[in-house]
């Protein structure tokens, strides 16, 4: 089983050292590789602009950098952790900059039912706000998304600040946590089991379908993958509640697309 790591910190520190305890976790439960990427030691260029991969296509990028075997590893992979610390109150840009130029998975999600799970760390505020903008790129690529690990180093590593915060307690909970997190993960990346959506999702699959309204890179790619006028990205069962709020937010954006386009128009 491979794991592929994206350590949004340029230091191996806090939020490494939370993923190896996942990784000597899933080690008791079988054969697990890590691949830790240190993307700030990647080249990989900020985005510029020209809107072609979303438009036209991604091939049509015309940055030619790591960037193209750092997609082929997510692909590859059988799990993904997607790791940042907050950064004013935020992840960091080198992170940031990999998801830019990656925009047109939001649009072509091509992950889809890939185990992830996020790992951020925090010298105390952020960690509400990065987490979920971390969750929002899993759950948008399509990937399935096992868990938030959101860690306070101040009270997690000893020794942190002249006082220390530091809390036994705190890294009993915190421990057994991010073991809970590695054993489904685990499971996840060994089964390849699709999820049964939560609302989250099925609101982001709706969400993205309605890119397939204005761009036609994006509708042939969700026509190809036969998704148009399927309820999920594969077979499962919603209940009535997901059904009903996935139905009313396709509606409520056709409609919205379709106020813009009268006044437009000017009909
Ligand atoms: C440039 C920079 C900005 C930071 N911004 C914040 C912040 O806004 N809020 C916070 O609580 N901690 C902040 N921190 C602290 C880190 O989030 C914290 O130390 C984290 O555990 C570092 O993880 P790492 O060792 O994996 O890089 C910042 C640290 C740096 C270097």
């Not at 091939?59 to 082929?72: E, G, Q």
């Not at 929002?136 to 009270?155: D, P, Q, R």
């Not at 056709?254 to 009268?262: C, G, P, Q, R």
Request: aromatic fraction near 12%; glycine fraction near 8%.
């Amino acid at each position: 089983m491979k794991i592929v790591v994206l350590l949004g910190s340029p230091r191996k520190k806090d939020g490494y050292q939370v993923c190896t305890i996942i990784e000597e976790k899933m080690k008791t439960r079988g054969t697990v590789s890590f691949e830790y990427i240190n993307i700030s030691k990647l080249n990989i260029e900020a985005c510029r602009g020209c809107e072609l991969c979303l438009t036209k296509g991604d091939a049509l990028c015309p940055i030619k950098d790591d960037l193209i075997t750092l997609r082929m590893k997510l692909q590859d992979a059988d799990g993904i952790i997607f790791n940042s610390p907050v950064y004013a109150c935020h992840i960091t840009g080198s992170l940031k900059k990999v998801i830019d130029r990656l925009s047109y998975l939001f649009h072509r999600p091509e992950l889809v039912g890939k185990p992830t799970l996020t790992v951020v760390t925090t010298a105390g505020g952020g960690l509400k706000e990065t987490s979920k903008y971390l969750k929002m790129t899993a759950v948008g690529w399509g990937c399935n998304l096992i868990g938030e690990i959101k860690v306070i180093s101040t009270f997690f590593f000893e020794n942190r600040w002249v006082k220390g915060y530091f809390s036994s307690k705190y890294v009993g909970k915190m421990t057994k946590y991010i073991h809970q997190k590695a054993d489904a993960f685990f499971d996840a990346a060994q089964t390849k089991k699709l999820p049964i959506p939560t609302l989250y999702d099925v609101y982001m699959f709706n969400a993205l379908k309605s890119k397939t309204y204005i761009s036609e890179a994006d509708y042939d790619y969700w026509k190809n993958k036969g998704w148009l006028d399927t309820k999920y990205y594969y077979k499962t069962s919603l209940g009535p509640v997901k059904q009903l709020a996935g139905g009313l937010m396709n509606w409520m954006i056709k409609m919205a697309l379709s106020k813009i386009e009268k006044k437009e128009l000017g009909i």
